[in-house]
């Protein structure tokens, strides 16, 4: 039995094409252990690269040659919360700073 060497699906003997991806078969590809990792993320480790910026890049780091899709998703994640982090922090200082400043003018 052969399988795609693309999306993994079940082809009969003689398929040259797969019929669910398109790709052309290899004709040396015929065990399933040689299908390549599933290229999806898994949303647990999407919500976890959200809350922990740092395992979204450790994730990122890890899985870019083997699952790029994969990788790029969790990258993604820990890069937007750590924009938003940023923009939270900017927001909070100059708050701060024109408060503290608004205090210093009133005692003078």
């Known amino acids: ?7 993994g699906n079940e082809l009969i003997d003689e398929a040259i094409v797969c019929t ?7 004709p040396h590809r015929t065990a399933k252990a040689d299908i390549p990792e599933k290229d999806e993320a898994d ?6 690269s959200a809350i922990v910026p740092i395992i979204g ?4 780091a890890l899985k870019y040659k083997d699952t790029p899709n994969a990788a790029r998703t969790y990258g993604t994640a820990a890069l937007i919360v750590c924009g938003v982090w940023i923009v939270i922090y900017v ?5 701060v700073s024109s408060t503290v ?8």
């Open 1 to 7: 039995m052969k399988y795609c060497s693309k999306c």
């Open 20 to 26: 669910n991806c398109g790709c052309g078969v290899n």
């Open 43 to 48: 949303v647990g480790l999407i919500i976890l």
């Open 57 to 60: 890049f450790i994730l990122w």
């Open 91 to 95: 927001f909070i200082s100059v708050l």
């Open 101 to 108: 400043s608004g205090l210093i003018e009133g005692f003078m």
